[in-house]
């Protein structure tokens, strides 16, 4: 039988295992399934097991989760033991008064999962709205406020970056830092001073003091500066979520506890172990110092961290925080968040455009190099769009407001950039798999590594077996593993975002990366997808060519194809009322049609006109033709089924298209256009761009069986696409690439937005693609190289050889260091040129 409960109170991927781990170990359980999304357990067994028995197993030590039926309360299916859940305060937070993990807090009263001490309630906490953070190596680990991640055991970052330079994190690290610092020096000193010949120390105080007070030195560090080292070290122990905590809380444990029980009990040790006056060797100074590397490296990483969100702090701070309204002909200065949709606004020169909207009155340049990346200031006129956050020239102009708050293209970039950089690409399961073996084969090499010192190192051969089997552990720390995707991939996203290039996640870099075919569109696309009319020509007597204008301008207004607009626009200029449509319908990829006046009115290609019955003469056929093959496009126009005008539509080609294309060919990859627009202008504008490749009359599901072809045929294929039409075949390609002047919907199904809208912003994503892809292979062969050659040496391989071995201390520095190659490297990004 298989049964559904509602579990609660998981947060994250780690509880989802521990609940999913704590109810399979019942005999009665078959399978078991735990969805994190949907907060329920999916069991299958033989016999119904007790409610009560799936609690105690699913509860464990703390009351943080909760098993039961859905629609009952948990506490009417639990008896016993009897539960008092204490009512959570709306909006507050909780902490633990022992800060057992460090700053980390719940949304929900009950007890500390670590210590078991009641979580507090933070004061003023409903009254401040919480930051979600997750972890930069781990996105689905989610949480409100600061902590670390219980699976790889890093410090959670929010995501939602912080204005502010230096995060709460890095300041907090940089305080204890200084802490172990300031504590570690003298113990390093004394220890160091066994190398002085007459030790001076030793004529104040005998060596067992001078123990005592290193002991003494070594409490503030390892109790209050790295104590967080150790509680990540025992929670990934207990979670079986293995990392580089393991590694250190391990080494650096073993060290100081050894340390204290040779103080405390020298008398039980081998004589390899004391010094001539009776004392053992203590390794205060090496447990302090390798502790204090550690905490420079996460701090190194936290300011580096800080570092690959400046494209995404760069755009939040484009965000101006006030503008002028103008309200009853006043003009008053209101909050950006009190602008509503329909508001003039003045912009004056110099200043940043609060919201989007279009333009009403004026022209100006503006400055659209933040969001698009070109350098070059944009002329701006009556009805031209205007983006907030980009730079007024050096004119006056009222504009009105179209889209504010979320809705402006920077908060979307903004949130899309956000993301991205956490998403995971598909390269970094492989960085995963490897950390899921690799802390176990390390500590026991780490074992192995004791026990051949033990049997075949030189005297004292135990305390040779103890220093490199230390070695081992803390120089294989997996850190700058797991960091090779996530920082690469996050720096990579921003860079594209200050480009004009969106990256929805991680998985379209990659992907984008093994493409060999590129499907575009053509009107909005290959072409500047601002059409303007050149002639209506009448073909019936009783249709003047302003009555067929009439008709043609009154159909196309409720629809939002490029050339719908522009005849819109055509009828406005020449002042001509619109009628009200009836029934009005879009045929993609063939036209619009509708009733006017009582008659049923269709617009578009052959193909519409096949389908409303109405013949197209070879007289107007040719006229038509011969404008196709100079790259117009033509629509027909028929009433109660009969062609009664055509009218003629020009779209330039866009000036960067040709070079773009030639340059995605020159990279090999194969350029096929596909329209909706007839075979004729379809050729002309295929030569005219140097492609050999296209193809017209194509519907929006002959655009997506086309890309399945391709698919079959074993390409890698990317769409770039602007309308409603392209959205199928955007969303069924490997890579979806949408223009940002286009639709919302082909925006949606696609993995990356070209806010400029152009084919150079294609050239500009591969490149990218390129860079980071290669980027995070460096990461990634840095990363294993390293441990490769530094386990080895840590375990003493060249001493045979060379007499070298490397100390705990050095090992600490070394992995401290790795980390930080790979996040510089990874910053590298950031001066790449697309």
Request: hydrophobic share 40%.
């Amino acid at each position: 039988m298989e049964k559904t409960y509602k579990v609660s109170g998981m947060t994250c991927n780690g509880c989802r295992e521990h609940v999913e781990k704590s109810i399979a170990q019942l005999s009665e359980v078959e399978e078991v399934s735990v969805n994190l999304d949907n907060k329920e357990a999916v069991i299958s067994s033989e016999q119904e097991i007790p409610i009560s028995k799936l609690h105690e197993v699913v509860q464990g030590d703390n009351d943080r989760y909760d098993i039961h039926i859905p629609g009952k309360e948990p506490d009417e299916l639990v008896p016993f033991p009897a539960i008092k859940k204490k009512k959570p305060t709306p909006g507050a937070t909780y902490y633990c008064p022992m800060h057992c993990e460090g700053d980390k807090t719940y949304n929900q009263p009950g007890d500390c999962p670590v210590c078991g001490m009641d979580l507090v309630e933070e004061a003023n906490s409903s009254a401040n709205s919480q930051t979600e953070y997750t972890c930069p190596m781990h996105p689905e680990v989610v949480q409100q406020g600061p902590g670390s991640c219980p699976k790889c055991g890093m410090d959670l970052v929010p995501k939602e970056p912080e204005l502010k330079e230096e995060n709460t994190t890095y300041k907090n690290l940089l305080h204890k830092f200084f802490w172990a610092v300031g504590f570690t020096l003298p113990v390093f000193l004394i220890a160091m001073s066994e190398m002085i010949p007459s030790n001076p120390l030793y004529n104040i105080l005998d060596l067992k003091y001078w123990n005592w007070i290193q002991f003494g030195l070594s409490l503030p560090v390892v109790f209050y500066a790295t104590w967080m080292f150790f509680e990540r070290a025992y929670r990934s122990i207990i979670s079986w979520n293995l990392n580089m905590f393991t590694l250190i809380g391990i080494g650096a444990g073993v060290a100081w506890l050894f340390s204290v029980v040779g103080m405390l009990f020298p008398q039980i040790f081998p004589a390899q172990f004391t010094t001539e006056t009776g004392t053992v060797h203590v390794y205060f100074e090496a447990t302090t110092v390798i502790l204090t590397l550690v905490l420079l490296g996460q701090l190194l990483e936290a300011r580096a961290h800080n570092k690959t969100n400046s494209a995404v702090k760069e755009l939040l701070k484009l965000a101006p925080n006030k503008a002028v309204r103008i309200k009853n002909g006043k003009e008053e200065v209101v909050a950006i968040n009190d602008i509503a949709k329909g508001d003039l606004l003045r912009v004056k020169p110099g200043e940043k455009i609060p919201v989007d909207g279009v333009l009403e009155e004026g022209e100006s340049s503006v400055d659209e190099s933040m969001i698009t990346g070109e350098p070059l200031p944009v002329t701006k006129e009556v009805g031209d769009k205007l983006s907030a956050g980009t730079i007024n020239g050096h004119q006056s102009f009222t504009m009105k407001a179209e889209k504010v708050g979320a809705d402006t293209l920077l908060s979307q970039i903004i949130e899309m950039v956000n993301k991205a950089s956490r998403s995971r690409a598909p390269i970094q399961k492989l960085a995963d798999k490897i950390s899921a073996y690799f802390v176990p084969i390390v500590v026991l090499v780490s074992i192995i590594t004791f026990v051949l010192w033990v049997i075949f190192g030189p005297e004292p051969r135990f305390v040779y077996a103890f220093v490199n089997a230390i070695a081992v552990l803390i120089i294989a720390c997996p850190c700058a593993l797991g960091l090779a995707t996530p920082m690469s991939v996050m720096v990579g996203v921003g860079k594209g975002a200050q480009q004009g290039v969106l990256i929805k996640d991680a998985e379209s870099l990659e992907t984008l990366n093994k493409i060999d075919v590129l499907v575009v569109d053509k009107t909005g696309t290959l072409t500047e997808g601002k059409p303007s009319v050149e002639g209506v020509v009448s073909v019936k007597e009783n249709y003047s060519e302003q009555k067929a204008t009439k008709y043609i301008a009154s159909l196309n207004q409720r629809s939002e194809h490029p050339l719908a607009e522009a005849t819109v626009a055509f009828a406005h200029e020449l002042k001509v009322d619109l009628l009200e449509v009836n029934d009005f319908k879009a045929h993609g990829g063939k036209g619009v049609s509708g009733m006017l006046e009582g008659k049923k009115v269709a617009l578009g290609n052959e193909r519409m006109m096949q389908d409303v019955q109405a013949e197209i003469s070879q007289e107007v056929r040719g006229k038509g033709v011969e404008a196709q093959k100079s790259g117009k496009t033509v629509s027909y126009l028929a009433v109660d089924s009969q062609i009664v005008a055509y009218i003629v539509i020009g779209d330039a080609i866009k000036q960067n298209s040709k070079k773009a294309i030639a340059d995605l060919q020159h990279h090999g990859i194969d350029v096929i256009m596909l329209t909706g627009d007839s075979e004729n202008t379809a050729a002309a504008v295929a030569k005219n761009l140097g492609l050999s490749d296209f193809r017209a009359g194509m519907l929006p599901e002959d655009k997506l069986e086309e890309v399945k072809k391709l698919q079959e045929a074993g390409k890698k294929v990317a769409m770039a696409g602007d309308g409603i039409n392209d959205s199928p075949a955007l969303a069924q390609s490997e890579v979806g690439i949408a223009m940002g002047t286009g639709t919302d919907v082909a925006i949606q199904s696609a993995g990356i937005t070209l806010v400029k809208g152009d084919l150079d912003g294609i050239v500009k994503a591969f490149h990218l693609s390129d860079a980071v892809m290669g980027n995070i292979k460096q990461n990634l062969f840095f990363a294993l190289v390293y441990n490769t050659i530094g386990i080895p040496i840590a375990g003493g391989l060249l001493f045979p050889f060379f007499g070298i071995l490397l100390s705990p201390m050095l090992a600490a520095a070394a992995m401290s260091l790795s980390s930080v190659s790979v996040i510089g490297n990874a910053l590298r990004l950031r001066s790449v040129r697309l």
